[in-house]
């Protein structure tokens, strides 16, 4: 089907348009697995496997030494530049493989010590851990490689890539669940990094090669100093992020009980579903083209267009699904999750806001404002822990999405005022 021409001359129409057939099909596939898994397992076993799925961004953080925004930003900077490129994959290939090489030592040899850490008194899941182990290097190649699809704009190949590792995933998934209960579950969140990196490589190895000459990539760091301050972005960001979102989790189980850290985990998954529409937005448009715009004025009128067009479409979807949550609840969950109810409307709020926000605060990573980044960042956590914490007491679960709008209603004027240089007035940027 051919696209109407007032979308094909707008590249970030055109992505929006491609990206929501292929959210719209895996939109369909996380809800028929994501019922099938809440009815197998409750509440209780949905918050476990939330706690596994918080461990894959924190590992791929770790083995790709936070690398992928750098990625992003230095291939879409020099794509037609081999010799720049050749000094990236070089300092990537160094990294990846002491990062993947460390990560594997800690999760596999350290096995026993994480399931205590992570899991309840008696539950034995250390295979996934070691499982995990097995996994990081194929986690930090496929983060890495999407990295590179992200930097050279390849909409297409990103949305293709997708789909077909989602399906795969979904599959895997409820087979696994069938068989193996939560075990098999878990085993299937762990194994699938290695299955998606195949099929990642299968399908981009062709465009890969005309980028990256293989047999020059040489055992050296010659980016860096380019690429450390992304590193501590992402340190900042994912491991702090995963980390607080996993103890506001066991405050939850211990103070209030498993079944409402379930509701929670429940609701930030489904969160994450229609998030997804925006995830690829910002990797495959929005850094991209931040990091080629040099004056305020560019960047203000790039800002107000993406905002036209992403955000009424942001707003009529979550209000329809606000009006629809009992039924929403009993496609996606079941009945059995309708306390889930009193969560959507701070958590759609707090993430129509988290959208707007993300928009703009993109521009510390297109344009490597390294201190900027981690203060809002670290500000946001801080504050975001510290008010969930205070109402996890009073309000159980509705206190750490009440906390998520309130985290966002606060830091959207912050990063107005740090980007003000770039979004008022006439300035090189």
């Known amino acids: 089907m051919k696209l109407p021409a007032f979308i094909k001359d707008n590249l970030l129409l055109k992505i929006t348009s491609l990206n929501s ?36 961004p924190m590992i791929q953080s770790f083995t790709t030494l936070g690398m992928f925004n750098g990625v992003v ?15 990236l994959f070089s300092t990537t290939f160094v990294y990846l493989l002491f990062a993947s090489l460390f990560v594997f030592c800690v999760l596999f040899f350290g096995a026993d010590y994480w399931n205590e850490r992570l899991f309840s008194e008696g539950s034995d899941f250390t295979f996934v851990f070691k ?23 390849s909409y297409k190949k990103f ?22 209960n939560l075990n098999g579950a878990l085993f299937a969140i762990a194994i699938l990094p290695i299955l998606q990196f195949v099929i990642l490589f299968y399908f981009f190895s062709k465009t890969l090669k005309e980028y990256l000459d293989y047999k020059n990539i040489s055992f050296s760091i010659p980016y860096k100093n380019k690429l450390f301050g992304f590193t501590i972005m992402s ?6 992020g995963n980390f607080v979102e996993i103890d506001l989790r066991n405050n939850l189980k211990n103070k209030i009980s498993e079944i409402d850290a379930g509701y929670w985990t429940g609701m930030t998954n489904l969160s994450r579903q229609y998030m997804m529409f925006s995830s690829a937005i910002f990797t495959l448009y929005v850094i991209p083209k931040f990091a080629k715009i040099k004056t305020s004025i560019e960047f203000r009128k790039e800002v107000l267009s993406i905002y036209k067009t992403l955000l009424p479409l942001f707003a009529i979807g979550m209000l329809l699904i606000f009006v629809l949550k009992g039924w929403v609840i009993d496609i996606t969950h079941g009945k059995g999750f309708l ?8 958590q759609l709020l707090g993430d129509f806001i988290k ?37 996890i007491i009073t309000l159980g679960a509705e206190g750490i999405v009440l906390a998520h709008l309130l985290r966002y209603i606060v830091c959207f004027p912050i990063i107005v005022v740090l980007l003000r240089k770039h979004l008022f007035g006439s300035h090189s940027i």
């Open 355 to 391: 959208v707007a926000t993300l928009i703009i605060a993109h521009q510390f990573l297109a344009k490597k404002m390294v201190k900027q980044f981690i203060f809002v960042e670290l500000f946001s956590l801080l504050l975001f822990y510290s008010i969930a914490s205070h109402l």
């Open 21 to 56: 057939g292929a959210i719209g099909i895996r939109a369909v596939l996380g809800v028929l697995s994501g019922r099938i898994v809440a009815e197998k397992l409750g509440p209780a076993g949905i918050a476990i496997i939330g706690d596994v799925r918080n461990l894959i």
């Open 131 to 153: 499982v995990l182990a097995i996994g990081a290097p194929f986690i930090a190649m496929s983060r890495i490689v999407n990295g590179v699809i992200s930097g050279l704009s």
């Open 339 to 346: 306390a889930m109810k009193p969560l959507f409307k701070w």
């Open 159 to 180: 949305v293709k890539i997708e789909l077909v590792s989602y399906c795969l995933g979904v599959v895997l998934l409820i087979s696994l669940l069938y068989f193996k």
């Open 235 to 240: 340190f900042v960001a994912t491991l702090l």
């Open 73 to 87: 930003k230095y291939v879409a900077e020099h794509k037609d530049n081999k010799e720049e490129l050749l000094k």
